[in-house]
C-alpha cells in the first residue's frame, strides 16, 4: 500500500514513520524545504523519544520518503493523510487555510481514486469543505475521478506519540463510504490485532470525538484545579482526595493531577477552538469557558505564591526555574506555565535562573534574554532565595537537597506539580509550599 502525508509536523512525522513501520509505503511532504533536507539526513524537526529510530530505519529501507511536493507524488496512492497545522485564530477559532491548501493541491493534480484522511484537528463540517473544495478543482480540470473523505482524528501525546500510535486505546474512523472504510481497515488492523478496538462511527462524530476528548481531559484538570485552591482555604489536601475520588472507577485516576495549568499545542488550542464553535452555532459551552478561565488563572499560580512569600518584594530576589517544557518528555514550551511563570518574576524585578533538560533551545525563541540558562539544577539554585518547580522531569524527582541547601541564600521551594515529599523537605530546613495541600 502507498500513502501520502502531508504536513510532518508532531502527527504527521509520527503517523507516516509508525506506517512505513509496518509496510506502508510512505511519503512524508511539508513546504518546509529545509525540514525536509533535514528529515533526509536524519534530523528531526522535533524531540520525541523513540522517532528518530524508526524515521532513520524505514528511511534507509525505502519504505519511508519525503518530498516538498504533493503533486509529484499522488500517483498510485491509496489514502492521503492531511496531517498539516490548524493553529488558533485571533478569534479563537481553527484556521483552516493550510488544510484548505492542500484540499486544493489534491483536486488539481490527483489522477485515480484515493481517500482523503484528515488528521489535523479540524471543526465539524470541515470534511465537507475539504470534499467540497477536491470536487471544485476536479470540475475545473473537467475530469471525473472519484474519491473519499475519512476524518481519523489523532489522540498521540507528546513524549508517548509512539507508544500511542503502535498501541492504541482506540483509533476513530468517520467515514461514509465501505470502499474507504476497506482501505482504512487494512491501514490500521496491523496495529490492532484484528481491527479490535477500531471505531467507526460518522464523519462529523469523528470529527467532534477528538474536541470533546480533549475538552474533557482539560475539564477535569481545571476542576482538579479549582478544588485544589479551595483545599488550601479549608485544610484539605488535594492529593489526598485525588487519591479517594480516583478509586472510584467511574471517575477513575488519571487527569486528576492539580499543577499549575495546562500548556501545549492542543488543549488550549482546542478548548478555544471549541467554545468558539458553540458560539457559532448560538450555544455558549459555559462549562469549557470556565476550564479556560481557570487554566488562566492557574498559570499564575506559582507566581501569586511567590509574590506572597516575600511580601510583593520580588526586586532583587533570584528564583530558580526548574522545567520549561509544558510537560516533560517533550521540548514543547508552547503555552508553558513556566514562561508565564518567569515572565512575571522577570517584571517583577527577580533574578530568573532556568534550567530544563531538552527544552533549552525552544525556550530560548520565547524567553527574555535577561533570564540566565543554566546547564543543571545545581546551577539554578546558586545565591537563590526559591526554587520553582514547574515541569516534572524525572531528573528533578530526587535532587541532593543537602547540596542544594548549601547552594542556596533562601530555602523556599514552590512545588508546581506536588512531586515532593513536603514533610522530608520540611525536616531538611526548606519551606515547602505545593499546590492545594
Ligand atoms: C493531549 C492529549 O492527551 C492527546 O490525546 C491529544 O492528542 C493532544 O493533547 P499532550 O498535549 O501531548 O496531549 O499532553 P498531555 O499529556 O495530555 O498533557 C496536557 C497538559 O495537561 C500538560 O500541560 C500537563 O502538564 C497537564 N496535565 C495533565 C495536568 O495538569 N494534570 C494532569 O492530571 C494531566
Redesign the pocket.
Known amino acids: 500500500m502507498k500513502v501520502v502525508v502531508v504536513g510532518t509536523g508532531y502527527v504527521g512525522l509520527v503517523t507516516g514513520a509508525c506506517l512505513a513501520d509496518v509496510g506502508v509505503d510512505v511519503c512524508c511532504i511539508d513546504i518546509d524545504e529545509h525540514k525536509i533536507e533535514g528529515l533526509k539526513q536524519g534530523i528531526l524537526p522535533i524531540y520525541e523519544p523513540g522517532l528518530e529510530e524508526i524515521v532513520v530505519r524505514n528511511y534507509k529501507k525505502k519504505r519511508l520518503t519525503f518530498s516538498t511536493s504533493l503533486t509529484e507524488n499522488l500517483k498510485d496512492v491509496e489514502a492521503v493523510f492531511i496531517a498539516v497545522g490548524t493553529p488558533s485564530t485571533e478569534d479563537g477559532s481553527a484556521d483552516m487555510q493550510y488544510v484548505i491548501d492542500v484540499a486544493c493541491e489534491i483536486g488539481r493534480h490527483m489522477q485515480d481514486y484515493l481517500v482523503v484522511v484528515t488528521k489535523s484537528t479540524v471543526p465539524v463540517g470541515s470534511s465537507e469543505i475539504i470534499r467540497k473544495t477536491i470536487s471544485t478543482a476536479l470540475q475545473k480540470r473537467n475530469v471525473d475521478i472519484a474519491f473519499d473523505m475519512a476524518s481519523n482524528p ?7 506519540a509512539i507508544k ?1 500510535f503502535m498501541s492504541p486505546d482506540r483509533i476513530v474512523i468517520g467515514v461514509d463510504s465501505d470502499k474507504a472504510k476497506e482501505i482504512m481497515d487494512t491501514l490500521y488492523k496491523p496495529f490492532l490485532l484484528n481491527g479490535y478496538r477500531i471505531i467507526y462511527m460518522d464523519i462529523p462524530s469523528a470529527e467532534m470525538t ?1 474536541y470533546a ?2 475538552a474533557m ?2 475539564t ?2 481545571s476542576f ?2 479549582d478544588i485544589a485552591v479551595l483545599c488550601e482555604l479549608t485544610g484539605a489536601n488535594i492529593n489526598h482526595v485525588r487519591n479517594g475520588i480516583g478509586s472510584d472507577p467511574r471517575i477513575g485516576k ?14 488550549p488550542k ?1 478548548v478555544k477552538a471549541l467554545i468558539k464553535m458553540g458560539m457559532e452555532n448560538n450555544h455558549r459551552l459555559r462549562i469549557l469557558e470556565a476550564v479556560e478561565n481557570i487554566n488562566d488563572e492557574q498559570k499564575k499560580i506559582l507566581f501569586a505564591k511567590i509574590n506572597k512569600y516575600f511580601d510583593g518584594n520580588l526586586a532583587g530576589k533570584t528564583i530558580a526555574v526548574w522545567g520549561l517544557a ?2 516533560p518528555n ?1 521540548d ?1 514550551v508552547r503555552f ?2 513556566a514562561l508565564v511563570l518567569s515572565d512575571a518574576l522577570l517584571k517583577a524585578g527577580a533574578h530568573v535562573r532556568v534550567f530544563d533538560p531538552v527544552a533549552m533551545e525552544e525556550a530560548k525563541k520565547h524567553l527574555h534574554d535577561t533570564v540566565t540558562w543554566c546547564n543543571d539544577v545545581y546551577e539554578t539554585v546558586e545565591n537563590a532565595d526559591a526554587i520553582a518547580l514547574v ?2 522531569w524525572n531528573e528533578f524527582r530526587l535532587p541532593d537537597w543537602s547540596r542544594i541547601k548549601s547552594l542556596m541564600k533562601g530555602n523556599a521551594i514552590f512545588d508546581g ?1 506536588n512531586i515532593y515529599d513536603d514533610v522530608m523537605l520540611h525536616k531538611a530546613g526548606f519551606d515547602y509550599f505545593g499546590i492545594g495541600i
Open positions: 489523532e489522540f498521540l501525546k507528546e513524549g508517548a500511542d477528538k476528548a480533549n481531559l482539560a477535569r484538570i482538579m484545579n488519571k487527569f486528576l493531577y492539580a499543577g499549575t495549568g495546562y500548556g501545549g499545542s492542543c488543549f482546542d509544558f510537560k517533550t514543547d508553558a506555565p515541569t516534572e506539580r
